[in-house]
């Protein structure tokens, strides 16, 4: 037992110097399976208390993170593994996640300074500068890593060791949208709503069962003669609060200045909306869709959809309301429901990072697509903290609660989302991005005309923070 405690400190240590680039060599660590899984725990222990740190008093302890960290694991070793084959060293599949683990620690630490920076109330510029320098130091660890995990002799040995480096930090990017990224302990409100329901609990799931259909039947019909405008939200992330309000919010200025008033309906993810709101599954969306479509004048009338959650590089929205398994929804799986349902006239808004990836696959003539952000871009405003993202306050609650068109609407929005933007020191902009079809150049015309009757209160009965909003990437 000496000897184990005796190397797992060695390895620590021998990981600090690695991480602080002071000399070091592959012989100071101790590599087996049981200093491997040793590592592998204190790296899980060190992360359940940044959990705890950045949760308040009425923290919940959730054994979802123990899926994030296996999942972490899993995906270290099997890049292990090919790394392994492809320089064809077997010895880097136990000693390269080693040296990889021995080093973390004083990683994992580093990557609270940016919240801690805020919390004293820096300028988020500053924070978020600090945010990408860890990032660069993260990513030359992990080549130092690669570099000390490899035989002396290995010819190319720094092209080799940079590129393994680069193939190990690629997770950072795009782990999050194939797996887990729960942590140990969450607010009770992201697991159980008040009355200690979650969204698997049998009161929800038979009051889910008819909820969706009472709304959708309360749904007004067309009017003849007259272009009417239907309103869908759509926010299937559960897990945090802003996309809930982002969507009540916008429903409410809709059908206060817009007329969408007996012909709006919002589907949510949200511990709080488990008995009063339809879940926002795929599911429902299709079917609230097709009961639209079959409702509306399709040659006249008009449906909007405004969708807002995490958004992925391969252009899917993130979809979360435990512990259910949800279906993301992606740019094609929208356009076909929509082409299902019989639905010509077109509005679709996206509120997400990468958004601009949903234009190329929805645009057509009768279609207005705008997004938070160009298709290699993240959006900003989704924090814990927010009462709406940057694009859905911009748009909503200030282009189309005071503009007459949606092209002003969107002109609003985007000069207020590039002043918020570099006030906090954002980089590089989202650029939010509009496709106007031909023929719904001349449609929007009739919702304009719309648009000059109304008033709205919804800037005056909601303060939106301006500071402190988290970036999600």
Not at 208 to 223: A, I, N, P, T, V
Not at 335 to 352: C, E, F, K, P, Y
Request: hydrophobic residues 45%.
């Amino acid at each position: 037992m000496r000897y184990f405690f005796s190397s797992l400190g060695r390895n620590l240590l021998a990981g600090i110097r690695t991480t602080l680039f002071l000399p070091v060599s592959r012989l100071a660590f101790r590599v087996d399976v049981a200093q491997l899984l040793a590592l592998f725990v204190f790296s899980a222990l060190l992360d359940v208390a940044r959990d705890w740190f950045r949760t308040d008093s009425d923290r919940v302890f959730s054994l979802l993170g123990a899926g994030t960290e296996f999942y972490g694991a899993g995906v270290l070793l099997f890049l292990a593994a090919i790394l392994a084959l492809v320089y064809r060293q077997r010895g880097l599949l136990l000693r390269l996640p080693l040296i990889i683990l021995a080093a973390l620690p004083l990683l994992q630490i580093a990557l609270e300074v940016p919240d801690v920076l805020r919390s004293f109330a820096l300028p988020s510029w500053l924070a978020s500068r600090v945010g990408d320098a860890i990032l660069i130091w993260i990513i030359v660890v992990f080549i130092r890593c690669m570099a000390l995990a490899m035989a002396p002799s290995t010819s190319g040995r720094i092209a080799r060791a940079v590129v393994g480096g680069l193939v190990l930090a690629a997770p950072i990017w795009f782990g999050n949208s194939l797996g887990p990224n729960d942590p140990w302990f969450a607010k009770p409100s992201t697991i159980l709503d008040e009355s200690g329901l979650n969204a698997g609990s049998e009161p929800v799931l038979a009051t889910q069962s008819f909820l969706l259909d009472q709304l959708l039947g309360k749904l007004e019909d067309e009017r003849p003669g007259v272009t009417d405008l239907y309103f869908v939200g759509f926010a299937p992330y559960g897990a945090q609060d802003v996309f809930r309000k982002d969507v009540e919010a916008a429903k409410h200025v809709m059908d206060e200045r817009w007329g969408t008033a007996g012909r709006s309906i919002v589907l949510i993810n949200n511990p709080s909306t488990l008995l009063s709101a339809p879940f926002a599954t795929v599911t429902n969306l299709r079917e609230t869709l097709n009961e639209i479509g079959g409702a509306i004048d399709a040659d006249n009338d008009v449906v909007m959809l405004y969708l807002a959650s995490h958004g992925s590089r391969d252009f899917k929205l993130a979809a979360t309301q435990p512990p259910l398994s949800l279906v993301e929804l992606t740019p094609t799986g929208l356009r076909q429901m929509l082409d299902d349902a019989g639905i010509g006239w077109r509005i679709i808004i996206v509120s997400a990072c990468f958004s601009g990836g949903y234009i190329e696959p929805l645009k057509d003539e009768r279609t207005l697509v705008i997004t938070a952000a160009q298709s290699d871009r993240i959006s900003f405003g989704c924090g814990d903290r927010s009462d709406a993202t940057f694009f859905g306050e911009a748009f909503f609650q200030r282009g189309m609660a005071t503009a007459d068109s949606f092209l002003a609407a969107f002109d609003i929005a985007k000069k207020r989302v590039e002043e918020r933007e570099q006030a906090e020191g954002y980089s590089p902009a989202s650029n939010p991005q509009i496709w106007v079809g031909a023929a719904m150049t001349e449609k929007l015309n009739t919702l304009r005309m719309r648009g000059q009757s109304g008033t709205t209160t919804a800037l005056k009965s909601r303060k939106i923070p301006e500071r402190g909003l988290h970036r999600r990437i």
